[in-house]
C-alpha cells in the first residue's frame, strides 16, 4: 500500500511540502485536516506558496470527504447518509433511551439513567463505540453473553454494561433505519461507500494523493478508510505531529513500527518562559499588561527575551472558552489589537445565559433579585431599569412581576417578563425541538433589530457581547430554517415532545454546539484561540494560559457503561482486531492530553509563553500541571526553561505596579503617582454647592449625622445618594410597620385603656399587610421581629403601669414639628409625646435596633428644643425605646423622673445642658446649610470605616489622613 507518514516537530517543517503537494494537477489532491480551523491555515499555507486562479485543491474535513464521496460515485441524493449534528445526536440518543423504558419493568433500568446528565454520557460511549467499529456482539461478547441478543428481555438489565449493549445494537438500527449517519461513523460510512463500487472508486481514487495533514493518531474506522483508499490506488501521505512520546501514533498504527524501537528525532527543545500569577484575572492581565509594554520595548517579556517586539499579528494567545469574554475585556483595555479565530458558541452569548437564567428563575417561583437582573441587562431595557426601585419592592411571582412593572410604566420590562413566561410555559408544558427552539428566538424578541442598536449605541463597551448576540441569533434563525427537513429527516426523534428538564437539556445542546460567526480578523493582531488550538495554528510567540493540573491533565473519569474493565475484555477478544490503543483507557487518555499539550507548546516558532493562576476565584490554591515539569525536565526534553531567575511572577499584592516598575499611561497608576484631578475636582475637599432650586429645609434626624460628618449629612440628606439595596430583610420597612403598630395600639389604647399586649396582637396583621407584607418572604425574621414587637408592648405597658398612665393628660403621635433657625427650616416628627399633669412633656422614639450609641443622640433633644421653642412646652425628659433589645435610652428629670424612677437614673449631662448643646447644634447646621459648606470630618475614624462616601469626599487623597488610615482602619 503507497502510505507514507512523515513525522514533524513545528509546522513550518512540512510548509514547503504541503504546498508542493496542494500544486499537484490531474488529478488534483485531496487534503484532510482534523477541524474547519485547520483548513482556514492550510488553505494560507498552499496559497502563500501558489496561485491557483479559479480552482483550488479540496481541503476537507471527515464530513465534507463523505460528501465529496457521494457525489463523486453518483450516490442518488436519497440513498445519501444525513450526517446528524450533536443536538440531533441527543435528540436520538434520547429517543432510543425512552423507548427501552417504554419497553421494561422501571427496574430493569439502573437508577443512574435517570440522572439529567446521563444522556450526555450514553451519547459519548456510544460514540466512542462507533469510532472503533466495535460490532454490538463483540459489545455482548465482552458480557460473556454466548446466545443471540434477547433485546428487552436480556436477562442481565439492569446492569449498566447490559444497558449499554441494548442501547448500541438500539442506536444503530435506528440510524440505518432513517439513512442516518453519526459524525463518529463517517469515516465508515465513506469506506461502505467507495467499496459498493469499487471501479468506480478506484477511477476516483487511483493515483491521487490523500494528504492527511495534522493527525497523531486515528481511529480504528479512520484506519479502515486509509486502507481502503490504498487497495484502490490511492497515495496516502501523512503528515504526522510528534509529541517526543512513546505513544501509539499513526506511525505505529499505519506501518506497524514499535514507537519504542524507533530511532528517537532529534529536535531543538522550545524556548518556555513561566508566568505565575495570583488568580485567573490577574493572570491575562500580567500578560497583556506585559505585552504591551514589550510593544514600547518594556517590561519582563523585553527583559527576559531579550528580543524586540515582533508585532501582534507574530502572537497567539490560548485559553478556555469561559474565559473568552474576561480576555476580551482585559486585551481591550490594555488596547491590544485583537482577533478571534473561531467564534464562541452561543452559550457563552448574553442570548443563552439569559435564557438559562430565566428557567432557573421561574424554577424558583420568579425571585425579586435574580429576576431584577435579568430584566436590568442593557440589551433588554436600553431605556434603563431602576433596579434599587425594584429589589426595595422586592415582587415575587408572576402576578406581582406583572403588577409592579406596570404600575411603574416599564413598557420594555414588562414586554420581556411576557416573553420570559411564553418560554417557560414551552419548556414547561413540552414541545417538539422545532417549537423549542423558535421560542428561544421568540424570548430575545426584537433584540436583533432597533432595540439591540440603542443598546450597542447606549453602552459601546459593550459592542463586543451585541455583535455575539447578534450573530447567535443569525445561527438560531439559520436553525430554524432547516427545521422542517430536520424533523422529518431524523425520523420521530425530530417529533418527540421535550418538556422540562428535557426540553432545557435540549436547547443547552444546541447552544453548547453551536458557534457564533466571527468578522475577518485583521492582519496586524494578535490571534485569539478560545477552546482549542488548531493543530497547523503557529506563531512566532505562543502564549498558552491556565497551565494548572486541574486542566491538565484535568478531572479523567471512567465512564459508568464502559469502564476500562469492559474496554479490556472487548481488546482481549480475538475477533475485534484492536489494538491497545484504540478504546482508550484512562492512562491512555491522561497521555492523549499530555501529547496535546505537548503540540500546543509546538505552536510556538520562536518562544512559548506558559502561564497560570496560583488560585482560583474563590481563593483555593491551584497545582501546576505536571505536564509542564514533565516537558521541562525529561531527558530529552520537549520544552527549555527561558528568561532566567528569578521566575517570572506577579502576587495578588502586585495588582499596581510598584516603585521603579513601568506604568501604562492612562490603564495603570503607581500607589505612589499623585491622583488623578480632573479640573472640576481639584479641591480637597470637594465643594459641596446646594443643588439649584432646592429649598433650605432639612430634616432635624439628620443631626446625629451632622455631627459625625457634616459631609456624609450632605450625601445622604441633600444629595440623597443610596447605596443600592440588594433584595432580602429591609429594615427601614420593617421600622414602619413598627411605627404602624404603635399607632393603631396607642390609639385604641387612649380610647379604651386596653393593655398595650393585646392591642400590638390585635393590630399586627393590619401593619404587617400595610407597611410590609413581603416580611412574610423571610420567616425566621418575621418570627423574631414579632417576638421583639410583642416584648416591646410588653415594656411600655410596664412603664404605663408604674405610674405614667396616671399621670398622663393627653398623648400626640406622628406630629410634624418646624422652626426657623437663621432663614434654615428644620423639620421633624416625633412618634409620640405624653403631656403629663404639670403641663410638662415626654418625647419617645422608637427604635427597631439596638440602644448601643443612642446615649450620645441628640435627635430628641433637638425636637425638645423645637417643641419648647415652638409650643413653650417644657421637657422633662425623653426617651428611645430600641425594640432589638426591650430598652430604654434616655434623660428624665422632675415629674418625668418621679413617675419613672427606676429608668432614667442614667449618669452623665442633665437634661437641661443636653437640650442646650442640641440647640447650638441646630445653630451650627443652620449656618452650615445657609453657606452649603459641609466640610468632611476626616478625623472620624470609627466613622469613616463604614462610610459609603469616602471616594466622594477624597478623603484618600487628603494630606491630613495618615497612611494607616487612608482606609478607614485606623494606626
Not at 956 to 966: A, I, N, Q
Request: negative net charge; charged residues 25%.
Amino acid at each position: 500500500m503507497a502510505i507514507t507518514v512523515t513525522g514533524y516537530h513545528r509546522v513550518v517543517e512540512i510548509e514547503g511540502e504541503l504546498a508542493r503537494l496542494g500544486s499537484g494537477r490531474d488529478p488534483s489532491p485531496v487534503f484532510l485536516v482534523p477541524s474547519t480551523g485547520d483548513r482556514e491555515l492550510l488553505r494560507d499555507i498552499i496559497l502563500e506558496k501558489v496561485s491557483f486562479g479559479p480552482s483550488e485543491p479540496p481541503i476537507l474535513r471527515w464530513e465534507d470527504l463523505y460528501r465529496e464521496a457521494a457525489r463523486e460515485m453518483d450516490v442518488p441524493r436519497k440513498a445519501r447518509r444525513r450526517q446528524i449534528d450533536p443536538p440531533d445526536h441527543w435528540l436520538i440518543v434520547r429517543h432510543v433511551l425512552e423507548c427501552l423504558k417504554a419497553r421494561v419493568e422501571e427496574a430493569a433500568i439502573p437508577a443512574g439513567a435517570r440522572h439529567s446528565g446521563f444522556i450526555w454520557t450514553l451519547g459519548e460511549d456510544l460514540r466512542e463505540l462507533l469510532r472503533e467499529e466495535v460490532r454490538p456482539d463483540i459489545l455482548a461478547l465482552s458480557m460473556g453473553c454466548d446466545q443471540r441478543c434477547l433485546g428487552a428481555d436480556c436477562p442481565k438489565l439492569p446492569d449498566p454494561g447490559a444497558l449499554l449493549c441494548r442501547l448500541y445494537r438500539d442506536y444503530l438500527e435506528y440510524l440505518d433505519d432513517h439513512s442516518l449517519a453519526d459524525s463518529a461513523q463517517t469515516a465508515t460510512v465513506i469506506a461502505r461507500t467507495l467499496e459498493e463500487d469499487p471501479p468506480r472508486a478506484a477511477a476516483w481514487v487511483g493515483g491521487r494523493d490523500f494528504v492527511f495533514a495534522g493527525f497523531m493518531s486515528f481511529t480504528r474506522s479512520q484506519l479502515s478508510l486509509i486502507g481502503v483508499l490504498a487497495r484502490l490506488g490511492a497515495r496516502v501521505r501523512v503528515f504526522m505531529p510528534e509529541s517526543g512520546l512513546q505513544y501509539h501514533d499513526a506511525r505505529a498504527q499505519l506501518l506497524g513500527e514499535d514507537p519504542a524501537a524507533l530511532p528517537i528525532k532529534t529536535f531543538d527543545p522550545i524556548p518556555f518562559l513561566t508566568v505565575v500569577a495570583g488568580d485567573p484575572r490577574l493572570e491575562l492581565e500580567t500578560l497583556a499588561r506585559n505585552l504591551a509594554l514589550w510593544r514600547a520595548g518594556k517590561g519582563e517579556l523585553q527583559a527576559r527575551l531579550g528580543t524586540p517586539f515582533p508585532g501582534w499579528g507574530e502572537i497567539g494567545l490560548s485559553l478556555d472558552a469561559p474565559r473568552l469574554g474576561l480576555a476580551v475585556e482585559v486585551l481591550s483595555r490594555y488596547r491590544i489589537p485583537h482577533s478571534l479565530r473561531g467564534g464562541p458558541s452561543v452559550s457563552e452569548t448574553a442570548l443563552w445565559k439569559t435564557a438559562s437564567s430565566v428557567i432557573e428563575t421561574a424554577a424558583l417561583g420568579f425571585p425579586p433579585e435574580e429576576t431584577a437582573h435579568i430584566l436590568a441587562q442593557p440589551w433588554i431595557t436600553p431605556d434603563g431599569f431602576d433596579l434599587r426601585d425594584t429589589l426595595s419592592q422586592g415582587p415575587r411571582g408572576e402576578k406581582r412581576w406583572r403588577d409592579h412593572l406596570r404600575n411603574r410604566g416599564d413598557r420594555e420590562a414588562l414586554s420581556f417578563f411576557g416573553r420570559m413566561e411564553a418560554f417557560v410555559s414551552v419548556v414547561e408544558k413540552g414541545a417538539r425541538p422545532s417549537v423549542l427552539l423558535r421560542s428561544l428566538g421568540d424570548l430575545a424578541g426584537d433584540a436583533a433589530g432597533v432595540d439591540l442598536s440603542r443598546f450597542i449605541i447606549d453602552h459601546p463597551s459593550l459592542d463586543e457581547s451585541a455583535r455575539h448576540l447578534n450573530a447567535a441569533l443569525q445561527e438560531l434563525e439559520h436553525k430554524l430554517e432547516q427545521t422542517a427537513e430536520m424533523e422529518s429527516a431524523i425520523g420521530p426523534a425530530g417529533t418527540d415532545i421535550l418538556k422540562g428538564s428535557d426540553a432545557a437539556a435540549f436547547l443547552s445542546a444546541w447552544s453548547e454546539h453551536s458557534t457564533v460567526r466571527q468578522p475577518p480578523g485583521t492582519r496586524d493582531s494578535l490571534t485569539l484561540y478560545a477552546g482549542g488550538v488548531p493543530v497547523l495554528a503557529h506563531h512566532k510567540i505562543f502564549i498558552l494560559t491556565g497551565l494548572t493540573a486541574d486542566a491538565w491533565p484535568g478531572r479523567l473519569w471512567e465512564s459508568p457503561l464502559l469502564d476500562d474493565g469492559r474496554k479490556e475484555a472487548i481488546h482481549g477478544n480475538p475477533e475485534t482486531g484492536l489494538s491497545p490503543s484504540h478504546l482508550p483507557l484512562l492512562k491512555e487518555k491522561r497521555s492523549q492530553r499530555e501529547a496535546l499539550l505537548l503540540r500546543m507548546i509546538a505552536s510556538a516558532d520562536g518562544v512559548c509563553v506558559g502561564s497560570r493562576p496560583n488560585q482560583d476565584d474563590s481563593g483555593r490554591p491551584l497545582q501546576p500541571s505536571v505536564f509542564i515539569t514533565s516537558a521541562l525536565a525529561r531527558p530529552r526534553p520537549w520544552a527549555a526553561k527561558a528568561g532566567g531567575d528569578p521566575p517570572f511572577s506577579r502576587s495578588m499584592k502586585d495588582v499596581i505596579p510598584g516603585e521603579g516598575e513601568p506604568a501604562i499611561a492612562g490603564i495603570e497608576a503607581r500607589a505612589s503617582d499623585p491622583p488623578f484631578r480632573p479640573s472640576r475636582l481639584l479641591e480637597v475637599p470637594p465643594p459641596t454647592p446646594w443643588p439649584e432650586g432646592a429649598a433650605k429645609r432639612v430634616p432635624v434626624s439628620g443631626i446625629d449625622t451632622w455631627e459625625d460628618c457634616p459631609f456624609k449629612y450632605y450625601a445622604e440628606k441633600v444629595l440623597r445618594i443610596e447605596r443600592p439595596r440588594p433584595w432580602g430583610f429591609d429594615p427601614a420597612r420593617a421600622g414602619n410597620v413598627a411605627h404602624a403598630l404603635w399607632e393603631k395600639a396607642w390609639a385604641e389604647r387612649m380610647i379604651t385603656g386596653e393593655d398595650l399586649p393585646a392591642l400590638a396582637r390585635k393590630h399586627w396583621e393590619a401593619a404587617l399587610s400595610e407597611q410590609y407584607p413581603e416580611l412574610s418572604f423571610f420567616p425566621a425574621r418575621l418570627e423574631l421581629f414579632r417576638e421583639r414587637a410583642f416584648a416591646m408592648a410588653a415594656l411600655q405597658q410596664k412603664m404605663d403601669d408604674g405610674g405614667l398612665a396616671a399621670a398622663r393628660v393627653s398623648q400626640e403621635r406622628e406630629q410634624l414639628l418646624e422652626m426657623e433657625i437663621g432663614g434654615v427650616l428644620f423639620r421633624g416628627k416625633f412618634d409620640r409625646v405624653d403631656l403629663l399633669d404639670d403641663g410638662s412633656a415626654l418625647v419617645f422614639d422608637y427604635k427597631t435596633g439596638k440602644s448601643d450609641s443612642l446615649a450620645a443622640s441628640l435627635q430628641l433633644p433637638a425636637y425638645a428644643v423645637i417643641l419648647q421653642g415652638t409650643r413653650k412646652i417644657p421637657v422633662s425628659g425623653y426617651a428611645y425605646l430600641s425594640q432589638r433589645d426591650s430598652s430604654f435610652t434616655g434623660r428624665l428629670e422632675g415629674r418625668a423622673l418621679e413617675l419613672l424612677p427606676g429608668w432614667g437614673g442614667r449618669s452623665g449631662d442633665k437634661l437641661e445642658a443636653v437640650i442646650e448643646k442640641a440647640g447650638e447644634r441646630l445653630q451650627a447646621m443652620a449656618e452650615s446649610v445657609a453657606a452649603s459648606d459641609f466640610p468632611p470630618n476626616y478625623d472620624n475614624v470609627a466613622v469613616c470605616r463604614y462610610c459609603d462616601f469616602q471616594d466622594l469626599c477624597r478623603r484618600k487623597e487628603s494630606p491630613r489622613v495618615d497612611r494607616g488610615e487612608e482606609n478607614g482602619n485606623g494606626s
